[in-house]
């Protein structure tokens, strides 16, 4: 046997279809084309048209087989909807992610409801939503992959975690949750938690040249995170080889969270 045909064997998702929430920028863009460069056939979930487009067309350009679906995932009807839209791009996903999410801290004195509910409902009502329309499917096929980005706010408090930090916590819980459930069916359900990673989601962070060597100098690795860091972790939890792991959270962080 070739290492060729062994690690083909080991992390392919040819025949695989992957649907991405936030999939058109930072981490979760990330994630979908290196999905879709394993094989997948992927389905970007997120708001705006333009990088949904450029994000499919750069993925279409690499001969990966991905399509787009704009969608509001702030209400249960606008998810409701894009699940049923994503589903028929492809067909109904072997593979979830939830990578769409809505960064909005005030210090906790100041959190009224209106920010709490958007936060809850982007980053982990439209996470369960998804889970309970397409994990029961998965499990009656014997084959599902489910993963959360999470973040370090789920583990401790800094920077105003506010519900932020409460939303990722649910999340990691969520995954716990949905892995009792389905994994008995042939369906693993983990969380990556990202360190620092600069992307558009931490565009105040990353405007501040001071903070950005200083939290990167906390790491073991010496530097900050990329959304290219995620690709093989994804793809690992995604195929076949991570078939025993199940209800994890695997932190991608260049050491951050060991101090």
């Given at each position: 046997m070739s290492?060729?045909?062994?690690?083909?064997?080991?992390?392919s998702l040819d025949g695989r279809v992957a649907l991405v929430t936030g999939g058109s920028s930072g981490i979760g863009r990330a994630v979908a084309g290196a999905l879709a460069r394993a094989?997948?056939?992927v389905v970007v979930v997120a708001?705006?048209?333009?990088?949904?487009?450029?994000t499919v067309d750069e993925l279409v350009a690499d001969e990966c087989d991905a399509g787009w679906v704009s969608a509001d995932l702030r209400t249960r009807e606008g998810v409701r909807a894009a699940a049923e839209e994503a589903a028929s791009v492809f067909g109904e996903p072997d593979i979830l992610v939830n990578s769409a999410g809505?960064?909005?801290r005030p210090p906790l004195g100041e959190l009224?409801?209106?920010v709490w509910d958007a936060v809850m409902a982007v980053n982990l009502e439209a996470p369960f939503l998804l889970g309970q329309r397409f994990g029961p499917g998965m499990a009656e096929r014997g084959f599902g992959r489910i993963i959360h980005?999470?973040?370090q706010q789920a583990h401790r408090a800094f920077v105003q975690s506010g519900a932020y930090g409460v939303s990722k916590g649910g999340l990691e819980s969520l995954a716990r949750s949905q892995a009792e459930a389905w994994?008995?069916?042939?369906?693993?359900?983990n969380t990556l938690v990202p360190g620092v990673v600069l992307t558009p989601l931490n565009a105040r962070l990353s405007a501040d040249p001071a903070k950005v060597a200083e939290l990167a100098a906390r790491t073991m690795v010496g530097r900050n995170g990329l959304a290219e860091d995620f690709a093989g972790a994804a793809v690992f939890l995604a195929s076949g080889a991570s078939a025993y792991?199940?209800?994890?959270?695997?932190?991608?962080?260049g050491g951050l969270s060991v101090h």
């Open positions: 290492s060729q045909t062994y690690l083909s064997g080991l992390f094989g997948a056939r708001r705006r048209e333009r990088q949904l487009a450029e809505i960064n909005l009224g409801d209106d980005i999470s973040s994994s008995p069916h042939g369906v693993t359900c792991i199940t209800g994890q959270s695997l932190f991608v962080d």
